[in-house]
Nanobody, 120 residues
Framework: QVQLVESGGGLVQPGGSLRLSCAASGSIFRLITMGWYRQAPGKQRDLVATITSIGNTNYVDSVKGRFAISRDNAKNTVYLQMNSLRPEDTAVYYC??????????????WGQGTQVTVSS
């Protein structure tokens, strides 16, 4: 079992920045990939950014050049630096962790979600 705790959401004006954090704890053994989804009101949950165990990253087209995902392996934490924020970035952001726990059981785990609101 792996637990994820998210932080860093809030209200920001268009053009502003936020950094989301997601700290993993529990029965962590081997990461496969970690990243962020987001879900706007009335819409489906969409993948935003991913980072693999070797550091490869991928982004949805709408955030390329504005968002950056990174990891601190020592802290088992993933970050999402969000710059040049737009109103359409408003959503609940969910961290996920996919990998193996210390019983060699593969699974995907989710954070509780953190609200990001971009508004003037």
């Amino acid at each position: 079992q792996v637990q994820l705790v998210e932080s860093g959401g809030g209200l920001v004006q268009p053009g502003g920045s936020l950094r989301l954090s997601c700290a993993a704890s529990g029965s962590i053994f081997r990461l496969i990939t970690m990243g962020w989804y987001r879900q706007a009101p009335g819409k489906q949950r969409d993948l935003v950014a991913t980072i693999t165990s070797i550091g490869n990253t991928n982004y949805v087209d709408s955030v390329k050049g504005r968002f950056a995902i990174s990891r601190d392996n020592a802290k088992n934490t993933v970050y999402l630096q969000m710059n040049s924020l737009r109103p359409e970035d408003t959503a609940v952001y969910y961290c996920y962790w996919r990998g193996y726990d210390r019983l060699s059981s593969q699974g995907t785990y989710w954070g509780q979600g953190t609200q990001v609101t971009v508004s003037s």
